[in-house]
């Protein structure tokens, strides 16, 4: 009885790094909407209304090695101790990007699931349009359109489009696992949304997903911000193997915007 249950909850974790990586994407207007100096997000993460672990989305502004302003994304997931019982989950995602574009410089990938132990550095160059992977202790070097994303920039560069409105689309670049794929996100609908936090207007997107990503998602991610200048994501869900697996957000205090 107890594989089917590792089963269930390790891809519930999993997924809800792949749902806050991309939750794991084109070149960015001015970035006068979303994305603070400083954000600290947390999440509750669940399978089937059970309760799995959290997720922690935090930003920082810093200064790149060139002296540029550089804002540092920080994705963080874990699995609680009732879980971690059974199949212990530590994932950390750090990405340097610049202020302005929200485009990565670099990325560093540290992945443990059970007995799992994996990481991978990325770091993209502007001026040649190439990315250099170094993962399992082997380096290689791939060609990426302009203004390509990682899996961790393309959720702050959604929140950064002015006008998404019903029935439109967005599409985005980004380099996955030394492939480049472009991602089609749909604007589905302008939606109320509640919670502990209260009642909220969101924006609710479809990303139509043509890979499976780092973790283990089944299909496409659907993702809820707030339809407010700060453009939080409050709420996001995505199929797994055996269900349904949800993040929504915990420590948070809406905006009166």
């Given at each position: 009885m107890?594989?089917?249950?590792?089963?269930?909850?390790?891809?519930?974790?999993s997924?809800?790094?792949?749902l806050?990586?991309?939750l794991?994407?084109?070149?960015?207007p001015?970035?006068?909407?979303?994305?603070?100096e400083?954000?600290d997000?947390?999440?509750?993460v669940?399978?089937w209304?059970?309760?799995?672990?959290?997720?922690?989305m935090?930003?920082?502004d810093?200064?790149?090695?060139?002296?540029?302003?550089?804002?540092r994304l920080?994705t963080?997931i874990?699995?609680?101790?009732?879980?971690?019982?059974f199949?212990?989950?530590?994932n950390?995602?750090?990405?340097?990007?610049?202020?302005?574009?929200?485009?990565?410089?670099?990325l560093?990938?540290?992945?443990q699931?059970g007995?799992?132990?994996?990481?991978?550095?990325?770091t993209?160059?502007?001026v040649?349009?190439?990315?250099?992977?170094?993962?399992?202790?082997t380096?290689?070097?791939?060609?990426?359109?302009?203004?390509t994303?990682?899996?961790?920039?393309?959720?702050?560069?959604?929140?950064?489009?002015?006008?998404?409105?019903p029935?439109?689309?967005?599409?985005?670049?980004?380099h996955?696992?030394?492939?480049?794929?472009?991602?089609?996100?749909?604007?589905?609908?302008?939606?109320?949304?509640?919670?502990?936090?209260?009642?909220v207007?969101?924006?609710?997107?479809?990303?139509?997903?043509?890979?499976?990503g780092?973790?283990?998602?089944?299909?496409n991610?659907?993702?809820?911000?707030?339809?407010t200048p700060e453009?939080?994501?409050?709420?996001?869900?995505a199929r797994?193997?055996?269900?349904?697996?949800?993040?929504v957000?915990?420590k948070?205090?809406?905006?009166?915007n």
């Amino acid at each position: 009885m107890r594989a089917p249950f590792n089963q269930r909850q390790s891809s519930a974790i999993s997924v809800a790094g792949l749902l806050l990586g991309f939750l794991w994407a084109v070149a960015l207007p001015s970035n006068t909407l979303a994305v603070q100096e400083k954000e600290d997000y947390r999440y509750g993460v669940s399978l089937w209304g059970i309760p799995a672990g959290h997720a922690y989305m935090k930003t920082e502004d810093v200064t790149d090695t060139d002296g540029h302003p550089a804002r540092r994304l920080v994705t963080t997931i874990r699995s609680n101790d009732f879980i971690s019982a059974f199949f212990p989950v530590k994932n950390h995602v750090d990405s340097l990007v610049d202020a302005e574009t929200l485009l990565p410089q670099h990325l560093l990938f540290q992945r443990q699931e059970g007995d799992r132990h994996e990481q991978f550095d990325v770091t993209f160059d502007r001026v040649t349009n190439q990315v250099t992977v170094l993962k399992d202790g082997t380096s290689s070097v791939h060609d990426v359109p302009p203004g390509t994303h990682g899996p961790l920039s393309c959720l702050y560069f959604l929140r950064t489009i002015p006008n998404l409105e019903p029935d439109s689309s967005v599409y985005l670049n980004i380099h996955h696992d030394r492939k480049n794929y472009k991602v089609e996100v749909k604007v589905e609908a302008i939606e109320s949304l509640s919670g502990s936090w209260g009642e909220v207007e969101t924006i609710r997107l479809l990303a139509i997903m043509p890979f499976r990503g780092i973790f283990l998602n089944e299909g496409n991610i659907r993702i809820w911000m707030t339809n407010t200048p700060e453009r939080v994501p409050v709420m996001m869900e995505a199929r797994v193997i055996v269900g349904s697996a949800k993040a929504v957000i915990e420590k948070w205090v809406p905006s009166q915007n």
